[in-house]
C-alpha cells in the first residue's frame, strides 16, 4: 500500500499547529508482465552486431506506412535497430545475397548494420515501428548510391 502525507497547518490560540496526516492509495503494487519480442546478437541477414556508434547516445523511434505492392529505395543503417510490425508484412531483402526475410504483424526483427537492404510490403499497407541505437547528427537511414532515401 503506499501512503501519502498530506500537512495540515491550523491556527489554535495565536500559535500554529501541524499535523501530518497520512492517506492511503488504494493502489496495487505489483509487478509488470513482459514479453521479449527481439534479443539478437545478429541481424536478420545473419551479420553479427559489432559494435555501437561512439559519442553521445540518442534512441529514435519512428512509425513508417508502407503502401501495398510498395519496395523501398535500396539503403544502409550506419548503427543497430528493431523494426516491428505493427499490421501488414514486411519482405527484407538483402541486395547482395539476394536473402529474404518475411516478417509478419506482431513480430520484430533486427535490421542489418552496412548492408544495403530494403523492405517490401505485401498486399496491404505495412505499418512498422522501428527504434534505432545512433547519435545525434548522424542519420538512421542512408540511401545506396543513386537511390532515393528510404523515408
Known amino acids: ?14 500559535a500554529s499547529l501541524m499535523a501530518i496526516v497520512a492517506q492511503s492509495d488504494s493502489k496495487t503494487v ?11 546478437n545478429q541481424s536478420w541477414n545473419g551479420k553479427r552486431y559489432t559494435h555501437y556508434p561512439t559519442g ?23 548503427f543497430p535497430n528493431v523494426v516491428y510490425v505493427l499490421s501488414g508484412s ?6 547482395a545475397s539476394g536473402k529474404t526475410q518475411v516478417v509478419h504483424q506482431g513480430e520484430a526483427v ?8 530494403r ?5 496491404e499497407p505495412t505499418v512498422l515501428l ?16 543513386g537511390e532515393k532515401p528510404e523515408y
Open 30 to 40: 505489483a509487478s509488470a508482465q513482459r514479453e521479449i519480442l527481439l534479443q539478437a
Open 90 to 95: 514486411l519482405t527484407l531483402r538483402d541486395k
Open 56 to 78: 553521445q547516445p540518442q534512441l529514435t523511434t519512428i512509425k513508417v506506412t508502407i503502401a501495398p505492392h510498395t519496395a523501398l529505395p535500396w539503403h544502409t543503417h550506419p
Open 110 to 117: 533486427g535490421e542489418s548494420v552496412d548492408d544495403i537492404h
Open 130 to 145: 522501428i527504434t534505432y541505437a545512433g547519435t545525434p547528427a548522424v542519420p538512421t537511414s542512408i540511401p545506396a548510391k
Open 119 to 123: 523492405g517490401e510490403s505485401g498486399d
Open 1 to 14: 500500500m503506499i501512503v501519502k502525507y498530506r500537512i495540515a497547518v491550523s491556527m489554535v490560540a495565536g
